[in-house]
């Protein structure tokens, strides 16, 4: 998942960085959701107070971090079972 620019900003920042430094310098970015937006800063603080080593690390508590709001339906998966009666998409031949 690609956050509108904060991989660009978080990957550009020296590290190691702690949460306190990213909040300092990205905090007021807001992140577009498919449900809402969010602050970069209030969805790092949600991690706690951590030193990140390396742009991963930080991008990585980012993505932990992001609410119900990031993930489009909620509770949907193409990839269950029918319910009882439901037959399901028919087969097409080509």
């Known amino acids: 998942m690609r956050l509108n620019h ?3 900003l978080i990957t550009e920042h020296e590290f190691p ?3 306190e430094d990213l909040v ?3 905090g007021e970015e807001t ?3 498919p449900n809402g ?3 970069l800063g209030e969805v790092l603080t949600r991690a706690g107070s951590e ?3 390396c742009p991963s ?3 990585s508590a980012l993505l932990c971090g992001l609410g119900h709001e990031a993930i489009g339906r909620r ?5 269950d079972a029918y319910a009882a009666g439901e037959d399901g998409p028919q087969q097409v031949s080509f």
């Open 6 to 8: 904060t991989d660009d």
């Open 57 to 59: 690390e930080a991008q």
């Open 17 to 19: 960085a702690t949460t």
């Open 51 to 53: 030193t990140y080593t």
């Open 75 to 79: 509770y949907y998966s193409d990839r």
């Open 24 to 26: 300092d310098a990205y």
């Open 37 to 39: 937006t969010a602050q």
């Open 31 to 33: 992140i577009e959701l």
